[in-house]
């Protein structure tokens, strides 16, 4: 197979920018907790509430084989645009636990087909050297779980608001990003 070499560096910018989704509610827990008078438990349930939903959605995706079904790119894009949205959903007015928990249940299904479907198109591509482009994705999305914090870091800059603007914003970007992988 011909591989283009284009194909790996989309697919480690796309997976960078959405997989900041995944910790984006860590990155402003203390301003969630006091913006929808949380008890300080919340951070634990939050966290393990993304990851169930993560979860779920992988063992959805494979029972259905998704992406033998459909082109993986075009679940990459779908799933990065509504786990973007689900994300924005933690800036709701009237959230509460229960609905935060659901928001981000929800951003955890949809990153599902993000971070394994980026792992499936790279797997299409990379026969040879599989192993290096595996290990660019994995960089990627560990410095795309922790890009929320730093951004709340810079909170002179990103109010945590803002933080959930970006982090969605970048996802829908990168969603954008994988249309131009052809698999």
């Not at 900041?20 to 907790?33: E, K, Q």
């Not at 779980?145 to 945590?160: C, D, E, G």
């Amino acid at each position: 197979m011909n591989v283009k070499k284009h194909i790996l560096p989309i697919i480690v910018i796309a997976q960078f920018f959405c997989t900041s989704l995944w910790f984006a509610s860590n990155g402003v827990i203390t301003d969630l907790v006091s913006a929808y008078q949380l008890d300080t438990s919340a951070l634990g349930n939050l966290t393990a509430t993304v990851k169930f939903g993560f979860i779920i959605g992988t063992l959805l995706f494979a029972l259905f084989t998704i992406t033998d079904r459909f082109s993986p790119s075009k679940v990459f894009f779908i799933c990065a645009l509504l786990g973007g949205t689900f994300n924005l959903g933690l800036i709701w007015e009237e959230n509460n636990l229960n609905t935060l928990l659901i928001f981000r249940f929800l951003t955890g299904f949809f990153l599902a087909g993000i971070y394994p479907v980026g792992m499936k198109i790279a797997t299409d591509y990379y026969e040879k050297g599989l192993g290096k482009s595996l290990s660019f994705l994995v960089g990627a999305l560990v410095l795309g779980t922790a890009l929320p914090h730093l951004l709340k870091a810079t909170s002179t800059i990103f109010l945590w608001k803002s933080v959930l603007y970006t982090t969605s914003s970048l996802a829908f970007l990168g969603g954008f990003f994988s249309v131009f992988v052809n698999s």
